[in-house]
C-alpha cells in the first residue's frame, strides 16, 4: 500500500499578484498567478498534497476604491462580502495557473479552491482599533482627504505612503476545515481561506452572518494547518531568512529558531506587528500545536528553502 501524501500549508501575501508597481490589470494578476504557480509546484513535485492560503490587501483595497467611485451608481458592499469576492477572483486565477502548471511538468492531479468562512469575535479589540493595510498606497494629503471625506482609517506604511487601514480581529475557528480535508482527498492543490477567510460571527438568533473585517492571513493559515496536522506550514515573505536588527549596521539573519528564542525576539520588539510579527506569531502557534516545523522565506529561494539550504526554520526546541 503506497503511503499517505504528507500536507504542506503554504500563505503567501495578495502583493506576490499584484505589486506595487502594477497597474492592477486583470493580464498583470494572471500573469504573476503563473509565476506563482511554478513554485507552488515545487511544493508538489517534493511529494505534498498542498494548501493555499493567500493574502487581499491590495484586491480589497482596490475593490473599495472602485466601490467609492462608482457609489453613485452601484451601491457598495460590504467588506466580508469584498473579501469573499477576492476569495473567488484570486482562487480562479490561482486555480487555473497550478493546474496548468502541473500538467506541463506531467505532475497532474485536481486543483480546487474553497470560499472559507471564519469565526471571529464580534468583540474582539480589534473592531476599535484598525491596524490592517489594504489597498494602495496614498500621499499624505490624499490620505487626510480620505479621512476626511469618507471617514477612511489611515496609516502610514513603512515609508512608502498612507493606507486605509481596517478592523483585523483573530480568528477563532475555521468552519470550512472538514469539508477541506475531504477535498484534499481527490485533489493535489486546495486553495482556502483566502484572504484569511470570510470573517463571520453567529448572532444571538443562532445564524451566522458576515462583519466588517479583514483576518490575517498568516494567523488563519497557521488555525488551519494546526487543525490538519500539516507536516510543514511555508510562509512566504519578502526576505529569505528571518533578521534580527532588521535593517540595523547588526542586522543578523537566522537559519535556525526554537519557539522560545521566537517568543524571546518577540518580546524585545525584534519583529513588529504590521511586518514579522504576525508570521512569527503564527509560526508559533503551529509548532506548539503540532510538534512540527514552520519554513519562513522568499518565493525566489523556496526551492533551496525546500532542500534545507536556505530559509529559517521554526521548531519546538533544540
Known amino acids: 500500500m503506497a503511503a499517505a501524501a504528507k500536507l504542506a500549508v503554504v500563505a503567501f501575501g495578495g502583493n506576490a499578484l499584484l505589486r506595487a508597481e502594477d497597474r492592477g490589470t486583470q493580464e498583470e494578476q494572471i500573469a504573476r498567478a ?3 504557480a511554478r513554485w507552488l509546484a515545487e511544493i508538489v513535485r517534493h511529494g505534498y498534497k498542498l494548501i493555499v492560503v493567500h493574502g ?33 477572483s484570486i482562487g480562479f486565477m490561482l486555480q487555473q495557473a497550478i493546474r496548468n502548471r502541473l500538467e506541463s511538468i506531467g505532475v497532474g492531479g485536481e486543483v480546487a479552491t474553497i470560499l472559507t468562512e471564519v469565526e471571529v469575535d464580534g468583540n474582539d479589540p480589534a473592531f476599535k482599533r484598525p491596524t490592517k493595510p489594504i489597498g494602495p498606497f496614498f500621499t499624505r494629503y490624499r490620505a487626510e482627504a480620505l479621512e ?21 480581529p483573530r480568528p477563532l475557528r475555521i468552519l470550512n476545515t ?3 480535508a475531504r477535498m484534499l482527498d481527490s485533489a493535489a492543490v486546495v486553495v482556502a481561506a483566502g484572504g484569511g477567510g470570510i470573517p463571520v460571527v453567529r448572532g444571538r438568533d443562532g445564524q451566522w452572518r458576515g462583519i466588517e473585517a479583514v483576518i490575517d492571513k498568516d494567523y488563519a493559515s497557521a488555525l488551519l494547518a494546526s487543525d490538519l496536522n500539516a507536516d510543514l506550514f511555508v510562509i512566504l515573505t519578502g526576505v529569505s531568512k528571518v533578521s534580527l536588527d532588521f535593517g540595523k ?19 524585545a520588539g525584534q519583529f513588529p506587528p504590521g511586518s514579522m510579527g504576525p508570521k512569527i506569531e503564527s509560526a508559533i502557534q503551529f509548532v506548539r500545536a503540532t510538534k512540527k516545523q514552520v519554513l519562513i522565506t522568499d518565493v525566489d529561494v523556496l526551492r533551496e528553502a525546500l532542500e534545507g ?3 529559517t526554520v521554526v521548531v519546538a526546541s533544540g
Do not use: F, Y
Open 178 to 180: 472538514r469539508t477541506v
Open 249 to 267: 549596521p547588526t542586522q543578523r539573519t537566522l537559519d535556525r529558531m526554537t519557539i522560545a528564542e521566537a517568543e524571546s525576539h518577540l518580546a
Open 56 to 88: 487581499n490587501g491590495p484586491q480589497v483595497g482596490n475593490i473599495l476604491v472602485q466601490a467609492e467611485e462608482a457609489s453613485t451608481k452601484i451601491p457598495p458592499q460590504s467588506l466580508d462580502v469584498c473579501v469573499a469576492q477576492t476569495e473567488g
Open 34 to 36: 503563473k509565476q506563482a
Open 148 to 168: 476626511r471625506d469618507l471617514g477612511w482609517t489611515m496609516r502610514e506604511d513603512a515609508g512608502r505612503g498612507w493606507r486605509h487601514v481596517v478592523p483585523s
Open 309 to 311: 539550504k536556505d530559509g
